[in-house]
């Protein structure tokens, strides 16, 4: 019998999209752990350059940081076994790479968000961005509230801006927001005494500042405009992974193993400059040690 063009391919577009749909199936019910077993070696999505949380040290294509830590201490201890295989990615294709079940697990710095929470699934929180500022130590500047009326620097489309802008607002306030066409401008700004302050996420104020001409001049102070929770992310309906990770984690978290792993990256100097990012353990990021949860952005921002 002869089947016409079109009704060819579209049979052949629907047994593609069957099978591609068997195949999703099939990888969650068999699961991570099963596939890790099967495989011998866990394929882990690590960033190149998103210190302290994630990056690639010379060219020997060696990944450290944070996250990567933490997955390193994680996996030897559910998957003892198995051979750790590094994965560059980004922040676009993080997500769509863990879908498809190229990536077992995700190290890089991902908010965990509800939008998000449809395709993958997070474990539990492990560092928590907050949007602060930084200011040179001889200004006196230790509060928002002192910026009133002042000149503050921020980076063209960030988060900080919204939220400079939505402070004013509610406490009816004026800045004279000057804005940087992106992070390094932006310090500049205040760098140069045009700006009293520069707003932007604390982990990336302290590596910007630590790379700094004097970094001893200048401080993250105030409290934060906003949170943002980040966590290690895989495969969606696979409780039984997610529970071996989070019960990892847990269990780092209530030995002080956890603490110790962040004091090494954001306390103590780290390479490649030997410098230290001098940025202690937030109070949001301490209660989750003592009360670890999975919760995404918008219960941050209630």
């Known amino acids: 019998m002869h089947i016409p063009f079109k009704t060819a391919a579209t049979t052949a577009i629907a047994t593609a999209m069957l099978a591609l749909a068997f195949g999703a199936a099939a990888q969650t019910a068999t699961g991570t752990l099963d596939k890790i077993k099967a495989s011998g070696k866990v394929v882990l999505g690590v960033r190149e350059a998103s210190p302290p949380m994630a990056y690639m040290l010379g060219a020997g294509e060696k990944y450290v940081g944070y996250h990567v830590e933490l997955c390193e201490r994680v996996l030897k ?13 980004t922040a676009q294709n993080t997500i769509p790479l863990v879908q498809n079940g190229t990536l077992d697990i995700g190290c890089g710095p991902t908010t965990n968000n509800t939008a998000r929470q449809q395709q993958v699934a997070f ?25 009133a009326g002042r000149n503050v620097s921020a980076s063209t489309g960030t988060t900080a801006v919204q939220l400079l802008r939505k402070r004013e607002r509610a406490q009816n306030v004026s800045y004279n927001t000057m804005l940087g066409k992106d992070h390094l401008e932006s310090f500049l700004l205040m760098e140069s005494g045009r700006a009293d302050a520069f707003v932007l996420d604390d982990n990336l104020l302290a590596g910007i500042i630590a790379n700094s001409k004097s970094p001893a001049s200048y401080r993250i102070v105030g409290e934060a405009l906003g949170s943002e929770p980040i966590a290690l992310l895989f495969r969606k309906d696979d409780p039984a992974f997610k529970t071996a990770v989070d019960d990892s984690l847990r269990r780092m978290m209530k030995s002080g193993d956890l603490e110790k792993i962040y004091t090494k990256w954001f306390v103590a100097a780290i390479p490649p400059k030997n410098t230290s990012l001098n940025l202690p353990m937030s109070p949001a990021l301490k209660q989750l040690m003592a009360e670890p949860n999975d919760k995404p952005l918008e219960a941050y921002a209630k």
Not at 77 to 89: F, G, S, T
Not at 123 to 147: C, F, H, N, P, W
């Open 77 to 89: 201890d559910i998957a003892p076994q198995a051979r750790l295989e590094y994965m560059a990615v």
């Open 123 to 147: 474990a539990l929180t492990t560092y928590v961005s907050e949007v602060r500022m930084a200011t040179k130590v001889d200004s006196g500047i230790t509060t928002l509230d002192q910026l």
